[in-house]
């Protein structure tokens, strides 16, 4: 259509049908996003005021007014850098943040499996967390702010590298390697698959090693014992979910992580650093939490009683006890499952496992207390079947008429549908029968039948 011309009234109706008009008349401008009030602490301790906006506040608030910092210069250029301090006896979800100081670093090394950790001492280790301009890691994707946390003249120093535009990048990186350079390693949350491998290729991007804090030392990633531990009860094992349900704790105005990206894009557009103020304390709260994490994870892992409460955790704690080879405390935590609330599948499977620990051991005795116990309370068929079997195999003198009473009661419950077999019915019941055909044999054989169950 050209200026001046008069719409077609038919292509105009059909527009409107699908909500869409000609000309600008009735429209009406988005209004701003109001942001969220976050407040800190900054190089000096004091609170930090409110850069949310107000009447009257400047269309434009600079990085450099909305986040306290200092312009960090070096060789390769400059980047900002926040620096939050946090005292070694402040609190965050329920855990002093200097109880990381006493952790057993051979305990966290059992319990994921990585003989490494046991060299990691937590006093001086990093705790690292990324914000980035997408999920998916790959060459496209940059670590805007870059959270790295320590323990430094006594005080948790949590410094915030922020890349004002990508030409910083390679200034950001190199402050992050002066500040890893002397730490025992690294700790982080999911970090073995995101953070680490997305920074060690920003850092190859300009041809650069990454550096030993961040490659070379032992690093404790959280995210695969946490899920050891809690998974089982917990709908989610992601940082808020333990957060929440772990350590007691819940985040108010918190940034959700797919809106961080979109922040930082509208921050390079219009240069308003106010939306970045929640990113900055998203960033600090995570790292924060990594660190009361580590405390109550070492606790749950070498003093249970005191630290765990729940019956799955400890069924849980017993799979972890019993992977790591740690029998005697993997037997201890089954038995202390069993006499908590359980889900019906999870007692059998704590059961079970008990059992077939007490079998290894040779302790015929508690595995057949245990097989019978299951037995009377369970729809499983094997408790039936393992106490046969001890019976007529392992029993001495064995015992099969008692073999033969528990197999075909096995299989009378069995036909009247109160077991399910994994296997199957059909096939337990076809198996059942000729078990019971070859104990009636071998009881006639005998010429006698032993007392029965």
């Known amino acids: 259509m050209s200026p001046g011309s008069t719409p077609d009234p038919a292509l105009v109706a059909r527009l409107a049908r699908l909500g869409v008009q000609l000309g600008a008349a009735g429209i009406v401008a988005p209004a701003r996003p109001s942001e969220v009030v976050v407040d800190g602490r900054g190089d000096d301790g004091s609170t930090l005021p409110s850069t949310a906006a107000r009447p009257g506040s400047p269309a434009v608030l600079p990085i450099e007014e909305a986040v306290p910092g200092l312009e960090h210069a070096t060789e390769h250029g400059a980047c900002w850098v926040s620096t939050l301090r946090r005292a070694a006896d402040d609190a965050h979800g329920g855990e002093l943040?200097?109880?990381?100081?006493?952790?057993?670093?051979?305990?966290?090394?059992?319990?994921?499996?990585?003989?490494?950790?046991?060299?990691?001492?937590l006093a001086n280790a990093a705790f690292l967390d990324t914000e980035t301009t997408g999920l998916m890691g790959g060459t496209g994707t940059y670590a805007f702010l870059i959270g790295v946390g320590r323990f430094h003249d006594g005080v948790f120093q949590l410094r915030q590298f922020f890349m004002r535009h990508p030409a910083e990048e390679r200034a950001q990186l190199e402050a992050v390697a002066e500040w890893l350079d002397d730490t025992s390693g690294l700790v982080t949350f999911n970090g073995r698959t995101f953070d680490v491998p997305l920074l060690r290729t920003r850092f190859r991007l300009h041809r650069r090693a990454a550096p030993d804090g961040l490659d070379a030392r032992p690093h404790l990633d959280l995210l695969p014992i946490t899920r050891r531990l809690w998974r089982r009860r917990l709908p989610s094992c992601s940082l808020q979910s333990l957060e929440r349900h772990i350590l007691d704790l819940e985040r108010a105005d918190d940034v959700p992580g797919w809106l961080i990206p979109e922040r930082y894009f509208r921050y390079q557009h219009d240069g308003d650093a106010r939306p970045l103020v929640g990113i900055f304390h998203h960033n600090a709260l995570d790292i924060l939490t990594m660190?009361?994490?580590?405390t109550r994870v070492s606790r749950s892992w070498t003093h249970p009683d005191h630290a765990v409460a729940h019956g799955v955790d400890w069924l849980s704690l017993a799979r972890a006890c019993e992977a790591a080879g740690a029998g005697p405390r993997a037997q201890a935590a089954y038995e202390a499952a069993l006499v908590r609330t359980l889900p019906p599948d999870l007692r059998d499977e704590a059961c079970m496992r008990l059992a077939d620990m007490h079998k290894r051991a040779g302790?015929?005795?508690?595995?057949?207390?245990?097989?019978?116990?299951?037995?009377?309370?369970s729809m499983r068929l094997f408790p039936y079947e393992e106490q046969a079997k001890y019976w007529e195999h392992r029993a001495s003198p064995?015992?099969?008429?008692?073999?033969?009473?528990l197999t075909e009661a096995a299989a009378e419950r069995l036909a009247g549908g109160e077991l399910r077999p994994r296997r199957g019915r059909?096939?337990?019941?076809?198996?059942?029968?000729?078990?019971?055909?070859?104990?009636r044999r071998r009881v006639g054989r005998a010429g006698a039948i032993g007392p029965a169950t």
């Open 426 to 439: 059909a096939r337990a019941g076809a198996e059942l029968a000729r078990r019971v055909e070859r104990l």
């Open 363 to 377: 302790d015929w005795a508690a595995a057949l207390a245990v097989w019978s116990e299951l037995a009377a309370t």
């Open 97 to 121: 943040l200097g109880a990381v100081h006493d952790v057993d670093a051979a305990a966290l090394a059992e319990l994921a499996g990585d003989a490494r950790l046991a060299d990691l001492d």
């Open 398 to 405: 064995p015992d099969l008429g008692r073999a033969l009473a």
């Open 291 to 294: 660190v009361s994490l580590a």
